[in-house]
């Protein structure tokens, strides 16, 4: 099975900050990596697919990146919102699995 | 409206057994890889299971394998999870979500909004 190690387990933020948070593959998965922002008591919700692209809808301060075996989450203008948990998963094979989640709390 | 609808959780005992359900409304159902996920208390997203879109492709993460089965009845737009001989750990928010395409890179695209299961004496 494909391990995603996620990076930081938590953080700290203000409103207007950057977040940048980290997913690495234990093997290559190409391009097929996601994120998920997910907020107490809800549901899941697709933020970016394919490491890059932005699922319609999502607001713009969200992006994806890769750079070598590293995946990249970054909110640039942190908003009251996005205080939330943010999953990677790889889809690339089976198990499609997840990394552990980064929680962004309130500074 | 793109909607997909769990409902099947409940409270059983060790050993026990339970069928959930999801509908999946606002598109054609019959074209999407569906997959299972499910969250215990406190924790992280953990993949289950998923089925192809015809159902003749069925897969199962290991720590439910030979235990859990998916099935799926395209012409309701319903997905299933047959759970057997549960245990504590199976304790956990359930969602089904809805897949992608390969050029679109699998992602879950649309969620239900859970439904709990508890496994308790």
């Known amino acids: 099975d494909i391990q995603m190690t996620q990076s930081p387990s938590s953080l700290s933020a203000s409103v207007g900050d950057r977040v940048t948070i980290t997913c690495r593959a234990s093997?290559?998965?190409?391009?097929?990596l996601n994120w998920y922002q997910q907020n107490p008591g809800k549901a899941p919700k697709l933020l970016i697919f394919?490491?890059?692209n932005l699922q319609s809808g999502v607001p713009a301060r969200f992006s994806g990146s890769k750079s070598g075996a590293d995946f990249t989450l970054t909110i640039t203008g942190l908003q009251p919102e996005d205080f939330a948990t943010y999953y990677c998963?790889?889809?690339?094979?089976?198990?499609?699995?997840f990394g552990q989640g980064t929680k962004v709390e309130v500074k | 409206e793109v909607r997909l609808v769990e409902s099947g959780g409940a409270l059983v005992q060790p050993g026990g057994s339970l069928r959930l359900s999801c509908s999946g409304s606002?598109?054609?159902?019959?074209?999407?890889?569906m997959h299972w996920v499910r969250q215990a208390p406190g924790k992280g997203l953990e993949w289950v299971s998923r089925?192809?879109?015809?159902?003749?492709?069925?897969d199962y993460a290991d720590s439910v394998k030979g235990r859990y089965a998916i099935s799926r009845d395209n012409a309701k737009g319903f997905l299933y999870l047959e759970m057997k001989t549960l245990r504590a750990e199976d304790t956990a928010v359930y969602y089904c979500?809805?897949?992608?395409?390969?050029?679109?890179?699998?992602?879950?695209?649309?969620w239900g909004q859970g439904t709990v299961v508890t496994v308790s004496s």
């Open positions: 979500a809805r897949a992608t395409g390969d050029s679109t890179f699998r992602a879950f695209d649309i």
């Open positions: 093997q290559s998965i190409s391009d097929f």
């Open positions: 606002g598109f054609t159902f019959k074209m999407y890889w």
């Open positions: 394919g490491a890059s």
């Open positions: 998963q790889q889809t690339y094979n089976s198990p499609r699995t």
């Open positions: 089925i192809y879109s015809d159902g003749s492709i069925r």
